[in-house]
């Protein structure tokens, strides 16, 4: 059973208040640097695998996708997307990426944002992905980092008067199940290194175009917390082009 904790009312509740979710791509401190990597949408035909409130699929039809599919395990996630980013060329369908099925070469696009930590396994779904990309079809995805995500907790260790000390990174060759903390509510994540996800590329037929290490941009710099953002990676960004040749 693949977990699905966005249908719980009381943690969907809180992770409607982050900024992220109150201003769109505006409010993520990733967007800035997302943005730059992002392929040329027009005439293409776009997947988004876990769009959660369809910002990504919204951004792609208004820069002039033909055709966009945001798929989320979340019916929740959905009923917003719907309400907050609907547009004719954009398709909403409830599923678990693991379970979506394609014809090869369907896709121009293929999009992820912050969902692949929620996948157990990520180099069969990197395979389905380049068969469902045309050859030359571009992937684009962010992820929680590998420093983030390695120790499990997701959190910072604290002196006795509660100030910030450091970030834990253990077990990083672990790969595999985390129980993290987020938004106050115990998720099941998946912990994978860098190697694991540049090689899932790479043995898949994908060209590495670019991988970042996105900093908080300036201008969010005041907000709580943010600053400490600057003290290790949180996430990760890759894309990558599916070769021309069979």
């Not at 996948?119 to 962010?142: Q, R, T, Y």
């Not at 998720?187 to 190697?195: D, E």
């Not at 996430?235 to 599916?242: E, G, H, Q, R, Y």
Request: aromatic share 14%; hydrophobic share 35%; with cysteine.
């Amino acid at each position: 059973m693949k977990e699905n904790k966005y249908d719980n009312k009381q943690f969907f509740e809180k992770y409607s208040q982050m900024e992220r979710s109150k201003k769109g791509l505006n409010g993520a401190g990733e967007w800035s640097e997302l943005q730059k990597i992002l392929p040329d949408f027009k005439g293409r035909k776009v997947l988004d695998l876990g769009c959660g409130y369809g910002w990504h699929c919204k951004y792609a039809a208004e820069n002039g996708a033909d055709f966009v599919l945001g798929t989320d395990i979340s019916h929740k996630m959905l009923e917003t997307a719907r309400q907050r980013n609907s547009d004719k060329r954009i398709e909403y369908q409830c599923i678990a990426m693991e379970d979506l099925d394609f014809r090869a070469g369907t896709f121009d696009i293929v999009l992820s944002s912050l969902a692949f930590h929620y996948v157990k396994d990520f180099e069969p779904l990197a395979k389905n992905i380049a068969m469902w990309l045309k050859k030359g079809g571009e992937f684009v995805f962010s992820v929680e980092h590998p420093v983030f995500t390695s120790y499990g907790t997701q959190d910072w260790y604290y002196d006795s008067d509660g100030n910030i000390l450091h970030f834990p990174v253990d077990h990083y060759y672990y790969e595999g199940k985390r129980e993290a903390v987020f938004l106050g509510e115990k998720v099941t994540k998946y912990h994978r290194t860098l190697t694991t996800y540049l090689n899932a590329m790479l043995q898949n037929g994908f060209m590495i175009q670019h991988v970042t290490e996105p900093q908080p941009p300036e201008e969010m710099m005041d907000l709580p917390g943010m600053r400490d953002e600057m003290r290790r990676p949180m996430m990760l960004l890759i894309s990558a082009k599916k070769s021309q040749v069979p």
